[in-house]
C-alpha cells in the first residue's frame, strides 16, 4: 500500500494539529447549543473521531451516508443516501462533517435535505477544500487545508475503496489508476 503512494501531501502530524484547530473552533462557538454533529460516510469517518476528541463542549453525533463517486475519481454528479440518520434534525444545530469538498454537490444535497427537515441551523466542518473544482458555490464554514487540484487519498478518503486506512494524506503514482 505504501508503495502505492508517490508523494505524503499532509503528514500525521499536521492533520492532527489542524484537527485541533478545528475541534477548538467549533467548541468556542458552540457553547450551549447541543449541536447535532453529522459525519459523511465513508470519507469523514477517521476525520470526525478525531475531531469530536477536540471538541470540548457537549454533543451529539450521528452517520449519514452518501455516495457520488462510486469507484471512480470523478463525481457522477448524482448523490444517492445510502444510509439515513437515526436522528431527527428539527430544530437541531447541525454541523457537518466532510473529509473533503470537490465539486460540492455531496454537500449543496446534504444542506438541502437537512434545510428541508427543518434544522435550526447547518454548518459544515471540511478537512481539505479544493476550490478549482467547484461546480455549484458553496464555502465550509470551518476549512482546515485548501488544496490544489490533485486526487489525494488516505484519512478517509479513498481510491476504489482503498487507501482509507493510511494515517496521511498523499497523492498516487500515475501507474495505480492506469492498473485499474
Ligand atoms: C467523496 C468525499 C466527499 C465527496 C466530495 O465521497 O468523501 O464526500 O466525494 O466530492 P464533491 O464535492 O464533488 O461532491 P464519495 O462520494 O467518494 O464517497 P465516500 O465518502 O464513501 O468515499
Ligand atoms: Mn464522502
Ligand atoms: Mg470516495
Known amino acids: 500500500m505504501l508503495n502505492d503512494i508517490q508523494e505524503v501531501f499532509y503528514s500525521e502530524e499536521q492533520i492532527q494539529g489542524k484537527v485541533k484547530e478545528l475541534g477548538a473552533a467549533v467548541s468556542r462557538d458552540y457553547e450551549e447549543r447541543n449541536p447535532l454533529v453529522i459525519c459523511v460516510l465513508k470519507g469523514a469517518f477517521i476525520f470526525m473521531a478525531d475531531l469530536v476528541k477536540n471538541i470540548t463542549v457537549p454533543i451529539e453525533l450521528d452517520f449519514m451516508a452518501v455516495s457520488s463517486y462510486g469507484n471512480s475519481t470523478r463525481s457522477s454528479g448524482e448523490v444517492k443516501i445510502i444510509k439515513d440518520l437515526d436522528t431527527s434534525v428539527e430544530g437541531r444545530n447541525v454541523i457537518i462533517v466532510e473529509d473533503i469538498i470537490d465539486s460540492g454537490l455531496t454537500l449543496s444535497y ?20 479544493k476550490p478549482a473544482r467547484r461546480t455549484v458555490e458553496l464555502n465550509a464554514d470551518y476549512t482546515g487545508f485548501v488544496i490544489p487540484d490533485a486526487f489525494i487519498v488516505g484519512y478517509g478518503l479513498d481510491y476504489a475503496e482503498k487507501y482509507r486506512n493510511l494515517p496521511f494524506v498523499g497523492v498516487l503514482k500515475p501507474e495505480v489508476y492506469s492498473g485499474s
Open 110 to 129: 446534504l444542506i438541502d435535505v437537512l434545510e428541508r427537515r427543518n434544522a435550526r441551523s447547518v454548518k459544515v466542518v471540511a478537512l481539505f477544500d
